[in-house]
């Protein structure tokens, strides 16, 4: 099966309101694709639609070349976690996925197989109602694995999880990826993929805002900005900005500079005398990079400082 996920022209509406509007993206194999926006941006819509669980008003979600209700063996070519609530809150862990299993002709074997991978083994026995939500998601995520399927979708995958649990999904995902799979992982915390994403789709009201490598976009965001630590900041300032640079005051004996490179600004201060304990080329996070693209596209916003 072809691994990759299609969307062309998608929309989707709820009564007047319009969740998922003319949206076009494809999740290639090989790959950790993040899905981001704010809330209300349409990403559980899009995955739902993906899924076969929401219909679409217009346009088409595909895997591998066909529509979700058309795949032959389902949970064998695409495995996904929405919701870490989604079992039988009775069920022993081991039970409810042989129930999975069983329904859809997988090997009662990967049941155990998949209970080992992500680390309830020993929990195996125990009903899912007394699950953590760490533990709810492990089990989430075992649901999704036990196809073998070679499409991935997993929203909010990190939600629960302690620190050793998110280094093990940081390191998951992309193991999935390196096996060829297509992963798709809608998720708020930038940081996290920033450390496991290849590539981002970011949408904000519905719409696709940017559709690029993680690579291209913290590139796009740093620019040409030099980070200059100093302790005599208003001379440096003033040197740089009479060389044409535009510079910027940030934190204490810190300042933002733009148009001169590392070396010229490095080259400028020691003519003058000016002291410098730090000039080096600034680099965004994905935080930063994604908050600038999505700050129009917010559905609510906080007033600063949380005034009302």
């Known amino acids: 099966m072809d691994a990759t996920i299609e969307l062309q022209n998608l929309r989707k509406r ?3 309101t319009v969740a998922v509007d003319g949206l076009s993206f494809t999740v290639a194999p090989g790959k950790v694709t993040g899905f981001v926006g704010p809330n209300g941006a349409g990403k559980s819509t899009t995955m739902r639609m993906i899924l076969g ?3 679409p008003d217009e346009g088409s ?8 209700q058309r795949l032959r063996c389902p949970l064998r070519q695409v495995g996904a976690l929405l ?10 862990a081991r039970d409810h996925l042989l129930w999975i299993a069983q329904s859809n002709g997988i090997p009662r ?26 533990m709810r998601q492990r089990l989430g995520i075992a649901g999704a ?9 997993f929203d909010e995958p990190v939600n629960g999880l302690d620190p050793e649990g998110i280094r093990w999904i940081r390191g998951l995902l992309r193991s999935l990826a390196a096996e060829g799979r297509a992963v798709l992982v809608s998720s708020h ?4 993929l920033e450390d496991s994403a290849d590539h981002l789709v970011v949408i904000g009201r519905g719409r696709l805002i940017v559709d690029t490598s993680v690579r291209d976009l913290l590139a796009a965001a740093s620019g040409d900005r030099v980070v200059l630590r100093t302790s005599k900041r208003s001379e440096a300032m003033t040197v740089l900005a009479n060389a044409g640079a535009t510079v910027a005051a940030t934190e204490r004996e810190q300042a933002t500079v733009s148009g001169l490179p590392a070396e010229r600004v490095v080259a400028l201060l020691s003519e003058h005398g000016v002291p410098f304990s730090e000039v080096a080329a600034h680099r965004a996070s994905l935080e930063e990079a994604y908050m600038e693209l999505t700050r129009d596209a917010v559905e609510f916003a906080a ?3 949380g005034e009302a």
């Open 14 to 16: 709820y009564g007047r």
């Open 53 to 55: 669980l929401d219909a």
């Open 61 to 68: 979600a595909l895997v591998g070349g066909q529509a979700y």
């Open 83 to 92: 919701d870490a609530a989604a079992f039988h809150p009775g069920r022993r």
């Open 109 to 134: 074997r990967r049941v155990n197989q998949v209970l080992e991978l992500v680390g309830l083994a020993a929990a195996a026995r125990r009903r899912a109602g007394g699950f953590s939500l760490g």
């Open 145 to 153: 694995l036990l196809g073998d399927p070679p499409v991935l979708l």
């Open 189 to 192: 915390l930038m940081g996290e």
């Open 303 to 305: 007033s600063p400082g």
